[in-house]
């Protein structure tokens, strides 16, 4: 069964730095997501990405982040400069149509990030 | 204001026996759909059941079923025949109607543990 994959599963990196977190949503899904986890806490939403543009963003997703599908199967995040309340599980999704209230999101496994 | 309110504290159940996971939701919305995710200690997150708000009927997947209830705005989940590996989060979720409207609003999750 087609699945989402994430790359790296955990990532430990210095207060400042940059980090790409890769995603491959399933391959024929057209609606790609970002997601987030802090330990502990409920998921909240960051970003959706249709037909190579943001379709919505949430308050959390601002300047220091950003999203690219750089080819026809990646999609990924990008954190300019990494703050330590960064540190949170981040999720990947992808859905198979257009959005509607009926469209299920399939998760992938999840990136660590742990911010030093 | 809370979208998904799930305020049950952790959940210890019998082997083979049904635990039900309490859901209520705030939405203005005509048209929604609501969402259960299972998030085993490996931190994945794993679709389990969706209800559409026009469903007449209460969604059924396998030991999973929904416990819809629209005029009190609930959606609780029902586990029956409880087996070890059902021990987890278990995450409602809500994705609500209007073009551009793409996200999933979590609750902060129940928590199963299954004893044998």
């Known amino acids: 069964e087609p699945e989402v994959t994430q790359t790296p599963s955990h990532q430990v990196t210095q207060m400042g730095q940059e980090v790409i977190l890769r995603c491959v949503p399933i391959?024929?899904?057209?609606?790609f997501y970002w997601y987030r986890q802090i330990l502990g806490q409920k998921v909240e939403f960051l970003v959706s990405f249709y037909n190579n543009e943001i379709s919505e963003k949430s308050e959390i997703f601002d300047d220091q982040f950003s999203v690219e599908r750089p080819d026809g199967s990646n999609f990924t995040l990008k954190i300019r400069s990494t703050k330590l309340e960064d540190s949170a599980m981040y999720f990947c999704?992808?859905?198979?149509?257009?959005?509607?209230?009926?469209?299920?999101?399939?998760f992938g496994p999840g990136t660590r990030l742990t911010v030093l | 204001a809370q979208k998904i309110t799930q305020t049950q504290p952790g959940m210890f159940v019998q082997e083979k026996e049904a635990v039900t996971l309490d859901c209520t939701y705030d939405?203005?919305?005509?048209?929604?759909?609501l969402f259960w995710y299972k998030q085993p200690s490996s931190g994945e997150m794993i679709f389990l059941i969706y209800?559409?708000?026009?469903?007449?009927q209460n969604a059924t997947e396998g030991r999973y079923s929904l416990n819809f209830q629209k005029a009190r705005k609930s959606a609780n989940l029902v586990i029956s025949a409880s087996q070890l590996g059902d021990s987890a989060m278990y995450f409602c979720a809500m994705r609500e109607e209007g073009y551009g409207n793409n996200r999933l609003a979590f609750g902060k999750g129940n928590q199963v543990v299954v004893i044998p």
């Open positions: 939405t203005s919305d005509q048209s929604y759909g």
């Open positions: 999704a992808s859905s198979r149509t257009l959005a509607d209230t009926t469209d299920t999101q399939y």
């Open positions: 209800q559409g708000s026009y469903d007449e």
């Open positions: 391959s024929n899904h057209l609606y």
